[in-house]
C-alpha cells in the first residue's frame, strides 16, 4: 500500500464525512462526493470542527476535495468507499456507475451496515476488486472496520484495504464470509432481540435490562471479549449454562411483535421522543454526550 493514496469517499452524510476525516488525517487525498449540495458544501466545515473537538492535526481537512461530480471524483482513485443512504438498488446503481469510470486496479468498497455485500457488487464486471468495509459511528472514534470478502473478492484487494484501514489507526479485522449483518451487527442484535424479549415478557422494564448491562458484563466487555471470557471461566462451565439457559432464550426468527408495535405507535425512540422509554429533549442531550464522552476517553486511553 502506498502512502499516500487517492481516496474517493462517495456519500458525504453521517459516516462519509468521518470515513474522509480518517483518510485524510492518515495523509492521504480524499475527494468527496454526494447527490445533495447542502452536505457536499458542509462536508468540511463538519470534518474541521471534528478535528478541532478531537484536538487532532486541523490541517488535515486541507486534503479533503469536495466534488459534486462523480466520475471526476472516482477517476484518479487508488481506493472508492461508497457510505450513501441503506438502499441495495441505489448502491447497485452507483457501483455500476463508477466501474465504468475507475482505473483498472481501483478497490472498491461499501459501508453498508447489513446488506450483503454479494448482492451489491454482483453486476460488477470485476468482482475481484470489490469488497465490504463496515465502519461504526463515529468513524473517528471507534476503532473498528470489519473488512468483509465475497467469494469473489481478490485477497490482495482484501490484503491492501487491511494494509490501508490499519495505517490509518484503525482495527480492521478480516471477515471471511459475507452473511448479513456481518460479525458485529449480528453479535449486538442477537443481544437486542434478547433485550426486547425480555420487556415483551413481562420479566423486567427496559430500564433494568440496560442497567443490567450496563453495570454487570457491559463493564468488562471492551476488554473481555465473549469467547475469551469462556475461556476465563471454562468451557466446561459455559456448556453448563448453556445447557439450563439456551431453550429459554428469544430464537424467534422475525422481528418481534413487540417491537413492531411500537412502530406502529410511533413510539420511534428520540426521534418521537418516545420508544421502550420517554425521552425528552434533555434526557436525549445528556446520552448523546454522555457516548461521546465515553467514545473520547477510550481513544485518548488507547493513544
Ligand atoms: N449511521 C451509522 O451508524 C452507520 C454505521 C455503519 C454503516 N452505516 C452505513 O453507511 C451508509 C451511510 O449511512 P449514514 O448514516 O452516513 O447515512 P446519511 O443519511 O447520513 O448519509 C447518506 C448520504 O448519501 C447521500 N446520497 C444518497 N444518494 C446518493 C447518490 N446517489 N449519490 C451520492 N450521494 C448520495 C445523501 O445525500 C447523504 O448525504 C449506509 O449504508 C449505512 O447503513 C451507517
Same mark, same amino acid.
Request: charged share 25%; net charge neutral.
Given at each position: 500500500?502506498?502512502?499516500?493514496?487517492?481516496?474517493?469517499? !462517495?456519500?458525504?452524510?453521517?459516516?462519509?464525512? $468521518?470515513?474522509?476525516?480518517? #483518510?485524510?488525517?492518515?495523509?492521504?487525498?480524499?475527494? +468527496?462526493?454526494?447527490?445533495?449540495?447542502?452536505?457536499?458544501?458542509?462536508?468540511?466545515? %463538519? +470534518? =474541521?470542527?471534528?478535528?478541532?473537538?478531537?484536538?487532532?492535526?486541523?490541517?488535515?481537512?486541507?486534503?479533503?476535495?469536495?466534488?459534486?461530480? =462523480?466520475?471526476?471524483?472516482?477517476?484518479?482513485?487508488?481506493?472508492?468507499?461508497?457510505? *450513501?443512504?441503506?438502499?441495495?438498488?441505489?448502491?447497485?446503481?452507483?457501483?455500476?456507475? +463508477?466501474?465504468?469510470?475507475? @482505473?483498472?486496479?481501483?478497490?472498491?468498497?461499501?459501508?453498508?451496515?447489513? +446488506?450483503?455485500?454479494?448482492?451489491?457488487?454482483? $453486476?460488477?464486471? &470485476?468482482?475481484?476488486?470489490?469488497?465490504?468495509?463496515?465502519?461504526?459511528?463515529?468513524?473517528?472514534?471507534?476503532?473498528?472496520?470489519? *473488512? !468483509?470478502?465475497? @467469494?469473489?473478492?481478490? @485477497?490482495?484487494?482484501?490484503?491492501?484495504?487491511?494494509?490501508?484501514?490499519?495505517? /490509518?489507526?484503525?482495527?480492521?479485522?478480516?471477515?471471511?464470509? &459475507?452473511?448479513?449483518? #456481518?460479525?458485529?451487527?449480528?453479535?449486538?442484535?442477537?443481544?437486542?432481540?434478547?433485550?426486547?424479549? =425480555?420487556?415483551?415478557?413481562?420479566?423486567?422494564?427496559?430500564?433494568?435490562?440496560?442497567?443490567?448491562?450496563?453495570?454487570? #458484563?457491559?463493564?468488562?466487555?471492551?476488554?473481555?471479549?465473549?469467547?475469551?471470557?469462556?475461556?476465563?471461566?471454562?468451557?466446561?462451565?459455559?456448556?453448563?449454562?448453556?445447557?439450563?439457559?439456551?431453550?429459554?432464550?428469544?430464537?424467534?426468527?422475525?422481528?418481534?411483535?413487540?417491537?413492531?408495535?411500537?412502530?406502529?405507535?410511533?413510539?420511534?425512540? #428520540?426521534?418521537?421522543?418516545? $420508544?421502550?422509554?420517554?425521552?425528552?429533549?434533555?434526557?436525549?442531550?445528556?446520552? %448523546?454526550?454522555?457516548?461521546?464522552?465515553?467514545?473520547?476517553? /477510550?481513544?485518548?486511553?488507547? /493513544?
Amino acid at each position: 500500500m502506498a502512502a499516500k493514496a487517492r481516496i474517493a469517499v !462517495i456519500g458525504a452524510g453521517l459516516m462519509g464525512h $468521518g470515513i474522509a476525516q480518517v #483518510f485524510a488525517l492518515a495523509g492521504h487525498d480524499v475527494t +468527496i462526493h454526494d447527490q445533495l449540495a447542502a452536505n457536499l458544501d458542509s462536508a468540511k466545515t %463538519r +470534518i =474541521l470542527a471534528n478535528l478541532k473537538d478531537l484536538g487532532d492535526d486541523q490541517s488535515a481537512v486541507e486534503r479533503v476535495t469536495p466534488n459534486a461530480d =462523480l466520475a471526476a471524483a472516482v477517476r484518479d482513485a487508488d481506493y472508492v468507499v461508497e457510505a *450513501v443512504s441503506e438502499d441495495l438498488a441505489l448502491k447497485q446503481r452507483l457501483f455500476a456507475e +463508477i466501474e465504468r469510470h475507475v @482505473q483498472p486496479a481501483t478497490i472498491l468498497a461499501s459501508n453498508t451496515s447489513v +446488506i450483503p455485500i454479494t448482492r451489491i457488487m454482483e $453486476g460488477l464486471r &470485476d468482482r475481484s476488486r470489490a469488497l465490504g468495509t463496515h465502519w461504526w459511528n463515529p468513524p473517528y472514534l471507534v476503532p473498528l472496520v470489519e *473488512v !468483509i470478502g465475497t @467469494q469473489w473478492s481478490s @485477497q490482495a484487494a482484501i490484503d491492501w484495504t487491511i494494509a490501508l484501514h490499519k495505517a /490509518a489507526g484503525k482495527m480492521p479485522v478480516h471477515v471471511k464470509k &459475507d452473511v448479513p449483518g #456481518f460479525v458485529g451487527n449480528r453479535l449486538q442484535h442477537a443481544l437486542w432481540r434478547e433485550a426486547i424479549s =425480555l420487556v415483551e415478557r413481562g420479566i423486567c422494564d427496559a430500564e433494568t435490562v440496560d442497567t443490567v448491562i450496563k453495570a454487570s #458484563f457491559g463493564r468488562r466487555l471492551a476488554v473481555l471479549g465473549p469467547l475469551e471470557n469462556a475461556d476465563l471461566v471454562g468451557t466446561d462451565l459455559t456448556l453448563a449454562i448453556h445447557q439450563t439457559v439456551l431453550a429459554d432464550i428469544e430464537s424467534r426468527a422475525g422481528p418481534s411483535p413487540y417491537l413492531e408495535s411500537l412502530v406502529k405507535q410511533k413510539k420511534l425512540g #428520540f426521534k418521537s421522543g418516545e $420508544g421502550f422509554r420517554k425521552w425528552g429533549a434533555d434526557a436525549q442531550a445528556a446520552l %448523546r454526550s454522555k457516548v461521546l464522552q465515553h467514545l473520547k476517553q /477510550a481513544r485518548a486511553s488507547d /493513544a
